[in-house]
């Protein structure tokens, strides 16, 4: 396996780990019979989303976010592992998934301006990535 497969399968255990720690924290905070139930509008009143703390709140917005990077960082480690892996392509590999990594703590903890720059760096890598493949 190349190491860009490696690094988007430790990216999807990353997702995993946000997804654990979003229903932790909601589970938390709601009841059971909001979290276990089928969600329906009318019963819950106003989305979950809207009902937990804002800390909770950022842990659901980072996993969302990570969802939405994951699909472009899954492309350019298919396209490096079949374009040829290389020393680049696997720096940028990494610099992404060391980004995702930080992005976590620095949306929950509100680390303003840094979390936009560490979400830029993952963004730039996986750019970076992608272009390496077409030339």
């Known amino acids: 396996m190349t190491p860009e497969l490696t690094v988007l399968a430790l990216a999807a255990l990353l997702q995993v780990a946000q997804i654990a720690l979003m229903s932790v924290t909601a589970n938390m905070e709601l009841d059971a019979g ?9 019963r819950l009143g106003k989305p979950l989303m809207e009902q937990v703390s804002p ?7 980072a996993m969302n976010n990570h969802f939405e990077g994951l699909i ?5 480690a298919l396209l490096s592992a079949h374009a040829g892996s290389t020393a680049f392509t696997t720096i940028c590999a990494w610099v ?7 992005y ?18 993952g963004l730039i890598a996986t750019t970076l990535m992608i272009l390496a493949t077409l030339f």
């Open 72 to 76: 472009l960082f899954g492309i350019a």
């Open 55 to 61: 800390r909770t709140g950022r842990i659901h917005r």
């Open 96 to 102: 992404y998934l060391i980004a995702r990594v930080l």
């Open 104 to 121: 976590v703590p620095a949306y929950v903890f509100g680390w303003v301006p840094w979390r936009s720059f560490i979400w830029m760096a």
């Open 34 to 42: 909001k979290t276990l139930g089928p969600r329906d509008p009318d």
